[in-house]
């Protein structure tokens, strides 16, 4: 399997927005927390989450091929791990015809991806602008407004209760409380 610093070192290696890098680093957290939530292999969610956009600077123009490069760069490093693959496929199955979410990786994946973006959001409207002052009602305010972060998929966030039997303020605890323990990586 991929170790850690190799899949932070493929991840920089291909993506250049510092943005970016932010976000597959809150994702990454998230992961993590959710893995050990569900009492699963940190290492292996961890590391789906960081990778799962590293292709997306290379594949912007072609949704059809995001997910499917960063797979094809791990299989070609000889560091390709099925459960790591299938979770960052299956993360933008609706566009690179992969399999949808089957397993509770894949589905965290799925879901803290476009959660870690919303809170990301309401953190930059707080006027702190920090991570510590953002509590699960911020987000669940916003969360509501449909106005607000308007490009975020909030039935994708809240499939949390479907696919993963947690309630959202729950879900959207777990992930807070993941970005805030790296708040200094996230630079908020």
Known sequence: MVTREQAFKLLTDNVKNDNLVRHCLAVEASMR??????????????????????????????????????????????????????????HNHFHNGHNPPQNTMEWALFCCDELTGLIVATTLVMPSKKLDDVAVENVMNKFGSKSFAAAIDREQIQMCETELDIPIEEFVGIVLDAMKAKSEELGL
């Open 33 to 90: 927390a959710l893995a050990n939530y569900f009492h699963e292999d940190e290492e292996s969610w961890g590391i789906a989450g960081l990778l799962h956009d590293a292709d997306w600077e290379v594949t912007r123009d072609a949704p059809e091929e995001h997910a499917k490069k960063v797979v094809e760069w791990l299989e070609d490093l000889d560091l390709g791990d099925e459960t790591i693959n299938k979770a960052i496929l299956a």
